[in-house]
């Protein structure tokens, strides 16, 4: 994944995705794709929004 917007990069997100938790298993509605999640965190401390 390759894009303006991506604040990790591809072997930095492979060190991170290991540690994502899984939903399989779990009732109720599936996790969000982990690296956006965690791309939308990282942009908002660095912008400082709260």
Known sequence: ???RYTVLTDPQWE???PFMPD???RA???FKEHRLVVEGI???YR???P
Request: positive net charge.
């Open 23 to 25: 939903s399989t298993g």
């Open 42 to 44: 990282i942009y908002r």
């Open 15 to 17: 060190l991170i995705a």
């Open 28 to 30: 109720g509605r599936p």
């Open 1 to 3: 994944m390759s894009s």
């Open 47 to 49: 912008a400082s929004i």
